[in-house]
């Protein structure tokens, strides 16, 4: 309860985000200067960022979660990872996410994977734009996979 009643009070002071299972810190940016997604080099998206942390404490930022997804695969350490609901905006763990891979658009990166923190509403985005819901780790997997695919095939070209 100690715990929960000083992240309250820093979110209120606008210290951190209090998000589910746990916080992140709110950094400005420096005047002038564009947050880039460590994976690709795009902009960080304003509803699709993703932020990973490792066991020392360092994290990386990602414009989606199609790059979050590649850059879990390729970083040792990597503890945890806060991506943003597409359609609230909020971070959320993504362990208890729900993504939707290949809807029948591509927003950032392709093939475009959105995170939802509610697999209702989730499955009504499914509903209207197709694609795959998986959780975290299957989704992981499909874009390494989807990734190595492409590979290959350009190879062959």
Known sequence: MTINRDLDSLDEQGSLTKVF???IARREPEVGST???EMCGAELGS???MTLFDDAGAH???CCSHCGLML???R???T???AQDFLGGQMVNVRSATFLVQPDFTLCCAPTVLCFEDAVNAKRFHTGFGGELMDWEAAQVSIREHMMFMTKREKTQ
């Open 47 to 49: 509803r699709t960022s």
């Open 21 to 23: 299972g746990g916080a």
């Open 76 to 78: 040792e350490g990597v």
């Open 80 to 82: 945890s990872a806060l």
């Open 72 to 74: 879990m695969s390729q």
């Open 35 to 37: 947050r880039l997604c």
């Open 60 to 62: 990386a930022e990602a």
